[in-house]
């Protein structure tokens, strides 16, 4: 049996929408829990916008330290 799950989250200023199809779900949950932590740290890194992302830092001041 094969199971689809599908999720959407707003992320990185747009709607994410994920889906997963596979023979297990609960590998499916797993690999879905996965892909949201993945963007939500590439996310942090990447944000214009939180002042502690590395993004926001180069922006501010011209270079990382």
Do not use: C, P, Q, W
């Not at 599908?6 to 709607?15: D, N, S, V, Y």
């Not at 023979?23 to 963007?39: G, L, N, P, Q, T």
């Not at 939180?50 to 990382?64: A, I, Q, R, T």
């Amino acid at each position: 049996m094969r199971f689809k799950i599908f999720t959407k989250r707003a992320l990185m200023g747009t709607e994410v929408a994920i889906t997963i199809i596979h023979d297990s779900m609960r590998e499916a949950v797993e690999a879905m829990k996965a892909a949201f932590k993945e963007i939500t740290r590439v996310e942090s890194i990447m944000s214009i916008y939180d002042s502690k992302s590395e993004v926001f830092k180069l922006n501010k001041v011209g270079y990382l330290s």
